[in-house]
Every structure is written in C-alpha cells, then in structure tokens.
C-alpha cells in the first residue's frame, strides 16, 4: 500500500461528492479524502498499485485541477 498527496482545486463538499463516483471507479484505491481546510485542498489517497499521474488524469478529466505533492 502507498500514500499518494496531490494538491487540487475541489473546494467544497458538493465538488467532494461529484468527484467520489470517479474515485470510486479507479482501482487499487483503498481510502481517500479532500482536506478542504488546508490552502492546496489536498486530495490524500491510500492505494495498492495506482500511480500518481493515472490520479491526475482522472480528476483532471471530472474537471478539477489535481498535481501531484512532492515530498
């Protein structure tokens, strides 16, 4: 399992809610949530085999900015 973090632009519960049915849909995604208090709205995810930039391109794609947080 790993921890991925990326820095979005989902800014409310509304915007979460729509971009659970895509979250949903993407394998190997165990757990995730948007930190809708923090200034990068931080979409953290648990995961066994999902690659950060196959993230981006699907919430890119349900219309949000998502960029992967290095440590």
């Not at 949530?33 to 794609?61: G, Y």
């Amino acid at each position: 399992m790993n921890i991925l973090v990326f820095k979005t632009n989902v800014s409310n519960q509304t915007q979460v809610k729509r971009l659970s049915t895509h979250m949903k849909a993407m394998e190997g995604v165990i757990k995730w949530s948007v930190d809708l208090h923090d200034c990068d709205k931080v979409l953290r995810i648990e995961a066994s085999n999902l690659l950060p930039h196959r993230v981006e391109h699907i919430v890119s794609n349900a219309g949000y900015y998502c960029k992967e947080l290095q440590d």
